[in-house]
């Protein structure tokens, strides 16, 4: 949540109040695009178009703490519609791969929350474990000897590293949950 | 009874016939707080996944500051002019994409009048506009940009009637600029 100042300042066109703001709510828009069933590419092309739209619409937002609500269901909408004018465009079944079950404006905005949740414990993991963890998962399929490669580790302790990160982590968030 | 650690636990998850003889025993025991901690280390890895595949990469958030920026700057030099006529409006409807679009946009004595037609190829629509200003004004040579949602930039010059054609443009919302010497003037076409 940011500061009722910062969304002001926006609203007057600063320039450092929009980083703040895209600091904030950056990973709402472009999660929301992916979880609405965006791949990589789309979920650009959605936040750019919504952040476009919040530049134009700002004004009509009449509290910072309606944003990320405001933000969501822009979200939405967007993505919906990108990935049906792409099914128009390239048929159905392409589309169909990435697209998700219809999440509600609530769903997103907890599934945002937690993955905020997970990505602050990451960040308190050592080094070798915030170099590791995404690595191994930001990719769909990776592969132990790519990922040997990308950081000259060998492949043989990447399982174990792996599985001593994890447990570090389950630690962090057992204990943000307590 | 001694229970593993979590990470004596975790690493029976990632590999179970490496992990030491002892831990191997006790999980296939089936002490129930070991075998939940398991399942939560397992479920951990696609809730990782899921929180860093969803993270704005940085180079999207840069190219976000950076459309952002230039907006502000973009707004800071130009008069915008108001939309005063819309043809769809008119219509209350959206016209069918084989319609052509007319739209006047003013301030003071200055206006822009745009038409948005269909183009050659289906689907793909032409912008022919003309700016209007008092006399003093020497509209020939004038830079034209229309700048999209996605960050499109299209760019041509006006002829001595100020009157400019732009092919292929995006589909709309997206806005007009029109520079010469110190006359700047900007429509957003919803």
């Known amino acids: 949540m940011i500061e009722e100042s910062v969304f002001k300042r926006a609203i007057a066109q600063d320039p450092r109040a929009w980083e703040e703001l895209l600091a904030a709510y ?4 472009y999660g929301t695009a992916i979880r609405v069933g965006c791949g990589p590419d789309d979920a650009a092309d959605v936040s750019q178009k919504v952040w476009v739209s919040l530049f134009e619409g700002i004004g009509s937002i009449r509290e910072s703490q309606a944003l990320p609500r405001w933000l969501a269901v822009t979200t939405k909408r967007i993505a919906v ?7 128009r465009h390239y048929g159905d079944e392409i589309v169909d791969e990435h697209m998700s079950s219809d999440p509600s404006v609530e769903e997103l905005l907890a ?16 080094e070798q474990c915030r170099q590791l963890l995404p690595a191994l998962f930001e990719n769909e399929k990776v592969e132990y000897h790519q990922v040997s490669q990308a950081l000259g580790v060998p492949v043989g302790s990447i399982g174990p590293t792996r599985a ?6 389950a630690k962090i968030l057992a204990k943000k949950d307590a | 009874m001694t229970h593993p650690n979590l990470e004596q636990i975790a690493l029976w998850v990632e590999d179970k ?16 707080p070991c075998s939940e901690e398991a399942t939560r280390l397992t479920n951990l890895g696609p809730i990782v996944r899921e929180a860093l595949f969803s993270n704005m990469p940085k180079e999207t958030q840069d190219h976000l500051n950076a459309v952002v920026q230039t907006r502000i700057e973009s707004l800071s030099a130009f008069l915008v002019a108001s939309l005063v006529q819309d043809s769809y409006a008119l219509e209350g409807v959206r016209g069918a994409a084989t319609d052509t679009r007319h739209l006047r946009f003013e301030s003071g004595d200055l206006a822009i009048v745009l038409q948005v037609e269909p183009g050659p190829k289906t689907g793909s629509s032409n912008l022919v506009g003309q700016i209007y200003a008092p006399d003093q004004y020497d509209l020939e040579g004038g830079k034209v940009q229309l700048l999209g949602e996605k960050g499109e930039a299209l760019e041509t010059t006006s002829d001595d009637l100020g009157e400019f054609f732009i092919d292929a443009i995006p589909e709309a919302p997206f806005t007009v600029e029109f520079s010469k010497d110190e006359l700047k003037l900007r429509a957003l076409i919803p």
């Open chain 1, 26 to 29: 950056g990973s709402l828009i």
């Open chain 1, 81 to 87: 519609h990108h990935l049906t004018s792409q099914r």
């Open chain 1, 111 to 126: 599934a945002e929350d937690e993955a905020a949740r997970v990505r602050k414990a990451i960040e308190q993991l050592p």
């Open chain 1, 164 to 169: 001593r990160c994890l447990a570090k982590l």
């Open chain 2, 17 to 32: 016939l490496s992990s030491p003889a002892e831990t191997q025993e006790h999980m296939n025991s089936g002490c129930v």
